[in-house]
């Protein structure tokens, strides 16, 4: 039998390549493809980097569907279709919409894919694959993780590892908390250090892509130590109340650490409230947390959202202003998005506020526009002001003004420019960007 990975872009922009900052690995077809028995073939196309060949035999094509490529991997699935072969799609987007999902796809699975895996390659093998299968919370000691399809592949030079699943926080416009039932759960700490055993020397970074390392605090310095006798650097995404304790943050860099992503979201209060983010504002708020992290030469990736109730035209400079003050080493300044079944989507839609009711597959929608109505700004104003904001924090003044506090650990500043280089080149790319591919000349096939 053969099976078909398949990871499907955002979308394709006519003439263009794809945008380079957009190529990581794909950790979850690792994962499915540690939990498939041998005798079972499996090939890999990353619509990223390749061209999908559509006429190659196979049994099942395999695709994790997230939100913004949605679209795309609906023109996938309806090549393969046309062509009588069966698809089954999985992901954070089948899950909170499985409906919309079970229309393109002859077989779906909600919740986490590694509990069912086996069963659905049984059903599989004897011809009786289910339209359904429902994951539940999977053990994280079965994960087994075989890169193996990865190999020719041209990513980015950073090794992708899982150490925990999901967040303890509520915040309203994650999607997180919707798929991880606001739960969070760490791998064991040797099954992670194997993992890494097996991948030291074939990557100078890894990026654990936890939601949020700091999830348990208890779990996270329990293993540290540990991490520390693996020789390894690491950049992971954390929320920043665990940078309040300094003696995490000096643990964090002794074990490798070289830089977070933090969500700030905003700098007003009442936009954190509104959020359920208001543990962004405690013991003082951000200043004191990023002098931890600086002081132990842990860089900083910042991430801000706009769009929020209290947000006014200042918002953006203003932001701006900080995040060149503190010297963050990249950041990110994007419109808010209501995800599908996400508690900021049932409010917006409750408020008669989205612009588009699925933007996700909306032909006149395009990456960067807003698809909702704020309370204070038009979507135009929102959708130029994130651009405007990513213009003056990667402006070559910047990119050297904040050069200076980072260059505290020499790896991570031998990158800097590089990276911050990458974003200045990509500012306008991303403006615009269609979802699904702009060539695509075929119809949707709906499963009847």
């Not at 079972?40 to 999908?52: A, G, K, N, S």
């Not at 949020?212 to 950049?235: D, H, Q, Y």
Request: with cysteine; net charge neutral.
């Amino acid at each position: 039998m053969r099976l078909t990975f398949i990871h499907p872009a955002i979308g394709h922009r006519r003439g263009e390549t794809y945008l380079r900052s957009w190529q990581m690995e794909p950790l979850p077809v690792a994962a499915l493809k540690g939990l498939t028995p041998v005798d079972i073939e499996t090939r890999f196309y990353d619509d990223r980097l390749e061209l999908i060949p559509f006429d190659e035999p196979t049994d099942l094509i395999s695709i994790s569907v997230e939100t913004y490529t949605a679209k795309r991997a609906y023109q996938i699935a309806s090549e393969y279709r046309k062509r009588g072969v069966p698809v089954l799609m999985g992901g954070f987007h089948a899950t909170l919409m499985p409906e919309e999902v079970k229309r393109f796809a002859d077989v779906i699975i909600t919740g986490e894919a590694e509990s069912v895996w086996e069963t659905m390659i049984d059903d599989l093998r004897h011809g009786t694959l289910q339209r359904e299968y429902h994951g539940t919370q999977t053990d994280l000691r079965s994960i087994r993780v075989d890169r193996s399809l990865f190999a020719g592949k041209r990513y980015l030079p950073i090794g992708l590892v899982e150490t925990g699943r999901g967040c303890r926080f509520h915040c309203e416009f994650c999607a997180v908390q919707s798929f991880y039932q606001q739960r969070y759960r760490r791998r064991d700490p040797d099954h992670v250090l194997r993992e890494l055993a097996g991948l030291k020397g074939t990557k100078n970074l890894f990026f654990f892509v936890d939601d949020n390392f700091a999830g348990s605090l208890r779990e996270s310095r329990e293993f540290l130590p540990a991490l520390a006798k693996a020789g390894i650097r690491w950049v992971t995404q954390m929320s920043i109340d665990a940078a309040h304790d300094e003696e995490f943050v000096r643990a964090l860099s002794q074990a490798g650490c070289r830089g977070v992503l933090i969500g700030f979201e905003s700098l007003n209060e009442a936009n954190l409230r509104q959020m359920k983010k208001g543990f962004n504002t405690m013991k003082g708020g951000y200043s004191q947390a990023l002098a931890n992290l600086r002081r132990h030469h842990i860089a900083v990736y910042g991430t801000f959202v706009f769009g929020y109730d209290h947000d006014t035209p200042d918002s953006f400079g203003e932001a701006v202003a900080y995040a060149r003050e503190q010297s963050m080493y990249i950041a990110a300044f994007n419109h808010m998005t209501p995800f599908p079944g996400t508690p900021l989507y049932a409010r917006l839609a409750q408020e008669n506020r989205l612009r588009f009711e699925h933007w996700w597959l909306d032909d006149h929608y395009r990456y960067n526009e807003l698809p909702f109505s704020p309370a204070q700004l038009s979507p135009e104003a929102v959708t130029q002001g994130c651009l405007s904001a990513r213009k003056a924090f990667y402006s070559s003044r910047s990119i050297l003004q904040r050069s200076w506090r980072n260059r505290g650990d020499f790896f991570m500043f031998r990158n800097y420019f590089p990276i911050n280089w990458l974003h200045h080149r990509e500012i306008s790319c991303r403006n615009g960007y269609p979802l699904g591919d702009e060539n695509w000349q075929g119809k949707l096939a709906e499963v009847k």
